[in-house]
């Protein structure tokens, strides 16, 4: 039961005998602040540069009604109306315009933290900062670093010097605590010792505090309070999406011999069916959404006949337009790019060249997008889905047909996402879908599924395969719970680029993901792929096993639709960060347990099972939980282990009994 209560001096919201909220002069619970803001933006990457200006701290606290509670100090005032809610207190906050925010929450001894949108360095974000601004994820300095520096000299980078795609102010703790802020607004978190502060530059419309027993009811009341309707089309489990370019010859040869080998393919990528853009960081794609007949002569029919053997055509495209196409002429002439304050089309750089950003506030160039880039040139062609990327880099000081950017900056991904899934919806293709990279709140009603964005072609923790598992735990905890990555990664420059055996380690792990599709990276020539000699037997044998998986697969993926994270940390079950013992670890769902191989060479692996007894996936041999112990893992056989008794168990051992791989 919600009770608030005054005290003197100062104020308390509980729930039960929890504090949810408290309120001293000495300590308020909310500061209004004047600053000012400077961002600097770089192909994606914002810095921001602010000076506080003026600080109000809000003293006093007063009751205004049985439900309502208003804050005030030097002439200005915050008005909070409480009202109970599924798990806790739903928090109406109306403030003055033209101010930052800044409010405390108490901390408790020991908590752990979660979420925060997509956070790929850690998982647990006590004593960290986490910034709720949409950007880049890759710095091109980092790339180059890895490029000139020997592996043993590259200083993996900190949780601080990483960005995010896909930020929330949504986080879930241990305690079984989940705060959320509803606001679009820049800002920042900040989790110490004592108290929370968050800051963000506009008042937030609502927060809402929840407890829960379990991440799993967690999980479901966010779910209730954002729709959650992430969804995978069935025919996504029956096998991997091979990612495959270089026209309309290259990827029926590609894909037939992988299907004649013996492969399980569900669908074939081609991002560059609109052309390929080659630019000083390798194959890039030409940015202009309709068919580039040069390279794929006869597409439609080619899907055809992809479709007749049991194949998918997947395409591409982004909010941009390269600068000198014909879509670009078309969409600058009638007036639905962003502009500078002078009327001039403002050009967002990517790598090595400019591109128009198509105005998604504007109504005309909405239903343009709709109409004619993704229901006329792609739904009508036969595409079942595509990479609806990027949607990080709208600028703060271009001029929209319909509001401020630097309000709509983070929400700006979810209004990308909407288009898309308004288009599918619309022309009433129920068994197409898309993934994106970008997101903030909301993004889980508009995105049927996510991806963690662009990795490098290696093992470094921070921006390599390992970095998908903190990411996909973050993003489950914050109400995105459906998600997958590039197999193999997808930057490389120099001699950062992947060999056959990180592509099959990170094989395996998709292979036990809700969605198995690679990449074949920003310079296909220079890394490994699907059919390489060295590759090619393990391409049909994990392709198999996750066809083999789908019953299973999707009961994850249902059960990710209703908000429960479909790959958890090894803490989930125990709800204590304690009790884990492995970052690089997970439960697929809850009956498998996952431990990919991270490190070159290796050929066995240290594993910690969770509670419970434990059969090993390859050799059926019994483990029991709460033990460690060093697991064998040659390639083709990750340390894999199903809970003895799952109603999945004959499943699992007839997928791993049909596809081992002989040695």
Sequence with gaps: MLRSQFGNPGWRLYLDDDVLLRHSPQQPFAVMIR?????????????????????????????????????????????????PCEGGAELRLAGESGWTYQFSIPALAGEAVFGGGEQYRQVNLQGERVVNFVSEHIKASTIVEKAALPRSRYREKAHHEIG???????????????????????????????????????????????????????????????PNRQYIPDWCHDGMILGIQGGTRSILDKTFAMLDAGAKICGVWSQDWSGENRTVMGKQVWWNWETDESLYPDLK???????????????????????????????????????????????????TFDAGMLDLTHPEALRFLKDELIKRNMLDLGVSGWMADFGEYLP????????????????????????????????????????????????????????????????TRDYGMPCVMPASFSLGFSGAPMVHSDIGGFFSFGKL?????????????????????SHESIRP??????????????????????????????????????????????FWEDMDYTAGRDPYAYFLGGDLFVCPVIDPG?????????????????????????????????????????????????????????????R
Excluded at 52 to 60: I, K
Excluded at 501 to 506: G, P, V
Aim: hydrophobic fraction near 40%; include cysteine.
């Design 35 to 83: 600053q000012e803001k400077r961002y600097t933006a770089k192909r994606g990457t914002v810095k921001t540069t602010a000076a506080e200006t003026e600080r109000v701290p809000l003293t006093e606290a007063e009751r205004v009604d049985e439900d309502t509670v208003r804050f005030h100090g030097g002439g200005h005032t915050l008005t909070l109306r409480i009202a």
């Design 164 to 226: 995010s795609y896909s930020p929330m102010p949504v986080f879930v703790t241990d305690r079984g605590r989940l705060i959320l802020f509803d606001t679009g607004a820049d800002g920042s978190s900040q989790f110490w010792k004592g108290s929370y502060v968050f800051r963000f530059d506009a008042c937030p419309e609502r927060l809402l505090l929840l407890r829960g027993d379990s991440f799993e009811a967690l999980g479901r009341m966010l779910a209730r309070q954002i």
């Design 602 to 662: 290796a050929g066995e692996r240290q594993v910690h099972l969770p509670a419970g007894e434990w059969v090993h996936f390859w050799t059926a041999r019994v483990y029991p939980g709460k033990t460690g112990f060093r697991v064998p893992a040659p390639l083709g056989q990750p340390p894999v282990f199903y809970r003895k008794g799952s109603a999945y168990e004959e499943l699992f051992r007839l997928a791993a009994a049909e596809y081992v791989i002989e």
């Design 301 to 351: 029919e080619a899907i055809a006949k992809l479709n007749a053997r049991g194949v998918r055509f997947l395409a591409y495209i982004n909010p941009y337009l390269v600068k000198g196409s014909r879509l670009y002429d078309f969409c600058a002439e009638k007036g639905y790019l962003i502009t500078h304050t002078d009327g001039s089309v403002y050009h967002i750089k990517s790598t």
């Design 525 to 570: 020539w220079a890394n490994s792929q699907f059919d390489a000699p060295g590759v090619k037997p393990y391409t049909v044998a994990l392709t198999g096993l996750h066809a083999a998986l789908k019953p299973y697969i999707a009961h994850c993926a249902a059960l990710a639709g209703e908000g429960v994270a479909a790959m958890r940390p090894d």
């Design 396 to 459: 703060v000081d271009c001029v929209l047909h319909d509001g401020d950017p630097a309000a709509l900056h983070n929400r700006w991904p979810v209004l990308w996402a909407r288009a898309n899934r308004e288009a599918i919806e619309e022309y009433g293709a129920k068994d197409a879908m898309f993934f994106t990279r970008s997101g903030y709140l909301g993004i889980q009603s508009y995105a049927p599924v996510m991806w963690n964005g662009d990795q490098h072609t290696d093992y």
């Design 497 to 517: 680029k992947r060999d056959d055996e990180l592509f099959i380690r990170w094989m395996e792990m998709d292979a036990f993901s809700l969605l198995m599709r």
